[in-house]
C-alpha cells in the first residue's frame, strides 16, 4: 500500500478520521484532513479561520476557493512518490474539479477513492460520542473507542474535546449538508472507476481490513 493515494468519502461520523490516522500510523501515509487545518485556522485566529469559523459553526460547507487554496499549499508540500490519504475533501463538484487540475499540475494521479458506507442512526450515535485529541488528532468515542484515562489522549497525553459542531442542532445541517453537496460525488468517481464500497458500520480494525483488502 506504500505510496499509494486515496480519498474518504463518507458522512460526518463514517469514520474517515480515524481511518486516516490508521494508515499515518501503520503506513506513514501522509493524512490531509481539511477539518483539521480548518480548526488550526480557527485556533490561530487568522483571517481565513476567523471567516470559516461562522460556517463550521453552522454546520455548513466553507466556501470552494477558501478551502482550495489551503489544500493545494499543503498537498504542494508533501514529497513526490509519498502515499497520501484525503480526509474531508473533496466535499463539492467543483472541489473535485480543482483537485484534478492540482494533481494534473503535479503529475500525480490518483488511486482510489473509498466510500465510507454507514446507516443514519450509526452516523448520529458516533458523532454524539465523539471526542478528538487537541494535540495529536488521534479521535475517541465515549463508547466505542474510550481513552484509558477520561479526557486524556493515549497516544500523546493530550487534552480530549468535544467538537462544537458534534452537538445535535449542528449534526442535522451538516448531514443535509452531504447528501446535498457532497453524496453527489460518489458518482463523479464511480463514473472515473475508481470508487470502492467499504462496508463502515463496524469497528475501526475491521474497517481497516476491508481498506487493506479493497486497496491491494
Ligand atoms: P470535518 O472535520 O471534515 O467534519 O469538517 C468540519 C467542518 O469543516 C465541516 O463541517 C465544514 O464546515 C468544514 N470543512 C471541512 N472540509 C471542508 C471542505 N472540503 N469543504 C468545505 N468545508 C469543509
Redesign the pocket.
Known amino acids: 500500500m506504500e505510496g499509494i493515494k486515496l480519498i474518504l468519502l463518507g458522512p460526518?461520523g463514517a469514520g474517515?478520521?480515524t481511518i486516516a490516522n490508521m494508515l499515518r500510523t501503520e503506513r506513514g501515509t501522509v493524512a490531509l484532513?481539511?477539518?483539521?487545518?480548518?480548526?488550526d485556522e480557527v485556533k490561530n485566529r487568522t483571517q481565513s479561520g476567523r471567516k470559516?469559523a461562522e460556517?463550521?459553526n453552522?454546520?455548513?460547507?466553507?466556501?470552494?476557493e477558501?478551502?482550495i487554496s489551503i489544500?493545494k499549499n499543503r498537498i504542494k508540500e508533501i514529497p513526490p512518490n509519498t502515499g497520501f490519504v484525503l480526509?474531508?475533501?473533496?466535499?463539492?463538484t467543483a472541489?473535485a474539479e480543482a483537485l484534478e487540475d492540482i494533481f494534473r499540475e503535479l503529475g500525480v494521479s490518483l488511486d482510489f477513492v473509498l466510500n465510507l458506507e454507514v446507516p443514519r442512526d450509526v452516523v448520529l450515535q458516533r458523532l454524539s460520542g465523539r471526542r478528538q485529541c487537541s494535540g495529536c488528532g488521534e479521535i475517541y468515542h465515549l463508547k466505542n473507542m474510550p481513552s484509558a484515562r477520561e479526557g486524556i489522549c493515549d497516544k500523546c497525553g493530550g487534552a480530549l474535546f468535544q467538537?462544537d459542531?458534534d452537538r445535535e442542532d449542528t449534526v442535522e445541517t451538516?448531514l443535509a449538508?452531504y447528501e446535498r453537496q457532497t453524496a453527489p460525488l460518489i458518482e463523479f468517481y464511480a463514473n472515473r472507476g475508481i470508487l470502492r464500497a467499504i462496508k463502515a458500520n463496524v469497528g475501526p480494525a475491521e474497517t481497516f481490513n476491508e481498506v487493506k483488502k479493497q486497496t491491494l
Open positions: 460526518p474517515k478520521g484532513s481539511t477539518g483539521d487545518m480548518l480548526r470559516a460556517y463550521m453552522a454546520g455548513k460547507l466553507v466556501p470552494d477558501t478551502v489544500l480526509d474531508g475533501f473533496p466535499r463539492t472541489q467538537r459542531d451538516r449538508a
